[in-house]
Structures are given as structure tokens and as C-alpha cells.
């Protein structure tokens, strides 16, 4: 069984399209996890059933117990998040402020503040229209995504994918640079990049690809919208050639993209210009990249 | 010399675990007298931040020398392993711990 996981480093730049697109393609083959649950938006195009849900814990936030107060106000001196406020002359913790870090607790004098586990969000393992399994998560307001709770989406998916006996997994991975990436990343068999041709999408490919290189991942990149200038396309083709990243295609600029989104389809269902073909031929080179290694 | 590996079970025919922070297992193998002692860390591994520099200190109390693993640590953890000098090899993520051991003897596991 093969992991696939799919970044950008920047936004905008088609990943979960593209990401939708091959779970698409790759069918019952495949194992779909959206890793991106900070704002996770794949269910939009993958129609899953929400069949089994698991509630998910996360960090501990601070509470007092008002009986045992004695308002001396050392917790809200000490807290670095201005999360303890007084109302009608009591202290009280502001969830959405607390960072969870502890500190209350040590110079509560009377130990009238206690750390609670927090219920952040919703796991789900679902049916999706390809008749494939999609495992993929909710979150509460103001609660953030973890490299735990991206671990719990990526185990669930790798087990049940060798329990049916699916070939791959697809990882719509994490943003940015942190904890989550790091966990979506760890076991992936191969890496897929999806960048823009723009000063942005340039800094933030190179930014992610060190982190890969780190873990001694292979990767491949696809420049999307490459037709919007071409300038730093081929600027973003040196610096692949320069790290020996596999150029996987250009994919131009094309307004199918949002209409398909807009309703619910993935681009290879949604185009036949061309644009789905080019998937197509990508998501296939993928498939060769990662089935060859074995041999 | 103490060799550490991350894995998923505690036996010499466990799949390694590619993972560093949130291993299920962190397993020391004892070069001297050929003892094989296990972690569990599953619960650790339910820790929402930090769980890659709270596994580096479990590893350096561990007494281990080096660490042989999948992809290796993120970049905070990597730091503090770097401090207490334990040489860090990789590659080894979807192999058995004996396997993993046996690679690692041949010279076939990159560094970190």
C-alpha cells in the first residue's frame, strides 16, 4: 500500500481540486484523508456519507471552580493570554482566549483551577460517491488543527486501506510549515506539490520542500495556472530541476476549476476540454512514479 | 551502544513505525547483553502539541545512542536530539525492526 500526500505550502493554488480529482480517478483503488481540517472543504466535492463519527478530544483548557475561589486574581496576573477576565466580580476563563498552558493552575492558592480535556471536533470514516472510503474531520469554532488529530485521520485511513486491500492512500495534506505538515508527511511514499507561478507560490513551494527534502520524501510538483506567467514558471522549473523534484505538469489557468466547486463536482468529471485529460495523464505518472520503486 | 527504534509492536518482527513523535512503540535495543525493551507510547501520542520534543527527552532518558526511524523528527525535536548527540538514521519506516537493524549493520540507512 502507497501514501500519497498532496501540499502547496500556499493557498489558492487548486491542491484540494487536484486532490479531489485523483481520489476521483484513483476510485475504489484509493483511500481518500483530508488532512486540510483547518478548513477542510473535500467533502464538498467527494459527497461522503458522514457514516461513522468519533468525537475528538484535544489539549486541555483551564476552568474554575467559583466555590473555591477566593478572587485573589493571581491566575488572571499571570496569564499571558489575557484569558481570565472578571465578571460580576468573578474570574472566569475564557475558553476561546485559554491556550491551555498550565500556568493558572500553579499559583492557584486555593487549587481552584482544573484542566479539562476539550472536545475540539468530530472524526468521520464515510462513504464517498466513487464508492470509496474518505476518512476526514470537523472542527469546533476557534479550535485548531493538530498534528494528533492529522495522525488519527492518516492511521484510520492507512488501516482501513490495507484491510480492504486498496492500493493507495491520498493525503489532502496540511498548510503551512508546522506540527500538522509534519504529521502528514511521516509514511508518505510519495509527495505532491502543487504550486502557482507567482512570487507567493514560488517562497512557499521552496519554503514546504525543505521540510520534505529533510524527511527524504520523493517528490513531483504541478504548476497550475501556468499559462498566468510564464516567466516564473520557468522559474519554478529551474528550481526543480535544481532539487530534483519531478515536474509532473501545467496545468493553464481555467475557469472550470470554480465552476466545477460551485457544483460539487471534481474537474475530471466536470471538464472535457482537456483539462481532464491532463489530470488524467498526471494522476497516471503518479501511479508509475510510485508503483516502479517496488520492482 | 543502545540502538532506538520507533515501531508499531515490541517484537524483533514488528513493523517499524515511519512516525517519530506519535510512535506507538519506542523500542532500545542493548548491543552488551542483546536486551530488546519497549515503550508504549500510544498514549503519549495523544498529547496535542509537543509530542515530538516530549518523545526526544523519553529517547535521551532511554539511554540510546542512535535512533533509527522512518522519516525522522520535525525540526524541534531534531534540535534536541542534536544536543544530546544521538546520530539519527532514516529510511527504515516501512521495514521490520530486524530488518531495520539489519539495514542499519549494512551501512544501508541514510543519515538525518
Partial sequence: ?295 | MKIAFTAKGSSWDSKMDPRFGRMDFLIVFDEENKSLISKDNREGAEEAHGVGTQTAKDLIESGANVLITGNGPGANAAKVLEHAKIEIFVGAGSMNIDEALKAYYDGKLESF
Fill in chain 1, 1 to 295: 500500500m502507497k501514501e500519497i500526500v498532496i501540499i502547496s505550502g500556499k493557498g489558492g493554488t487548486g491542491k484540494t481540486s487536484i486532490t479531489a480529482s485523483f481520489g476521483y480517478l484513483g476510485a475504489k483503488e484509493v483511500v481518500v484523508a483530508d488532512c486540510d481540517v483547518d478548513a477542510a472543504d473535500m467533502h464538498l466535492l467527494m459527497q461522503p456519507d458522514f457514516a461513522e463519527a468519533k468525537d475528538f478530544f484535544s489539549g486541555e483548557i483551564a476552568r474554575i471552580e467559583q466555590d473555591a475561589c477566593i478572587q485573589c486574581g493571581k491566575c488572571a496576573d499571570v496569564c499571558r493570554f489575557d484569558a481570565i477576565p472578571v465578571i460580576d466580580g468573578k474570574y472566569i476563563i475564557e475558553p476561546l482566549d485559554c491556550e491551555g498552558c498550565g500556568y493558572c493552575p500553579r499559583v492557584c492558592p486555593t487549587d481552584a483551577i482544573v484542566m479539562e480535556e476539550q472536545k475540539v471536533g468530530k472524526w468521520y470514516v464515510s462513504e464517498i460517491k466513487t464508492g470509496s472510503i474518505m476518512v476526514h474531520a470537523r472542527l469546533g469554532i476557534g479550535a485548531e488543527n493538530s498534528g494528533k488529530l492529522v495522525a488519527k485521520v492518516k492511521n484510520e485511513a492507512k488501516r482501513i486501506a490495507e484491510e480492504t486491500g486498496k492500493k493507495m492512500v491520498i493525503v489532502d495534506g496540511s498548510p503551512g510549515v508546522g506540527c500538522p505538515v509534519v504529521s502528514s508527511l511521516s509514511g508518505a511514499d510519495l509527495v505532491v506539490l502543487v504550486t502557482e507561478p507567482t512570487v507567493s507560490g514560488l517562497h512557499d513551494l521552496k519554503r514546504v520542500y525543505e521540510l520534505v527534502k529533510k524527511f527524504k520524501i520523493k517528490a513531483g510538483c504541478i504548476i497550475n495556472k501556468s499559462d498566468l506567467n510564464l516567466q516564473m514558471t520557468d522559474e519554478i522549473e529551474s528550481y526543480l530541476e535544481l532539487e530534483n523534484i519531478v515536474s509532473l505538469a501545467h496545468l493553464p489557468y481555467d475557469e472550470s476549476f470554480t465552476r466545477a466547486m460551485t457544483i460539487g463536482q471534481t474537474i475530471v468529471e466536470y471538464d472535457n476540454n482537456g483539462l481532464n485529460r491532463s489530470i488524467e495523464e498526471t494522476w497516471n505518472r503518479i501511479k508509475q512514479i510510485i508503483f516502479k520503486k517496488e520492482k
